[in-house]
């Protein structure tokens, strides 16, 4: 059974900051790129960040760079994302996702919901003001 479980998600204040946490198993491994996706309230899903199976290379979201820190622990198989200075348009769900990790393809392609094959349920972020 593939599992991702995501937590950490909570209510923050505006300039805040928060980890939430994607626990895999039962066949995600390392050799997979993990992915951060979020669906504000009334929104489409969009691309947060994505890190290399290997750790090496992350890829971020225009709205997510120099704030958010995507990281992941192999012995734990599990993958992070800490948010710095929330702001209000942070507040959605946040997913974590699992797709085979192709060196030959870019990052772009690893922004698409597409590339992903397994998802987790989400952990609700909420920034308040």
């Known amino acids: 059974q593939v599992q991702l479980v995501e937590s950490g998600g909570r209510l923050v204040q505006a300039g805040g900051s928060l980890s939430v946490s994607c626990a895999a198993s039962g066949g995600i491994f390392s050799n997979y790129r993990m992915g951060w996706f979020r669906q504000p309230p009334g929104k489409d899903r969009e691309f947060v960040a994505a890190?290399?199976?290997?750790?090496?290379?992350?890829y971020y979201a225009d709205s997510a760079k120099g704030r958010f820190t995507i990281s992941r622990d192999s012995p734990r198989n599990t993958v992070y994302l800490y948010m710095s200075n929330v702001k209000l348009e942070d507040t959605a769900t946040y997913s974590c996702?699992?797709?085979?990790?192709?060196?030959?393809?870019?990052?772009?392609?690893?922004?698409?919901?597409?590339?992903?094959?397994?998802w987790g349920q989400g952990t609700q972020v909420t920034v308040s003001s």
């Open positions: 996702a699992a797709a085979p990790d192709q060196h030959s393809y870019s990052d772009t392609y690893y922004a698409s919901l597409n590339a992903y094959t397994y």
């Open positions: 890190i290399t199976g290997s750790g090496g290379r992350t």
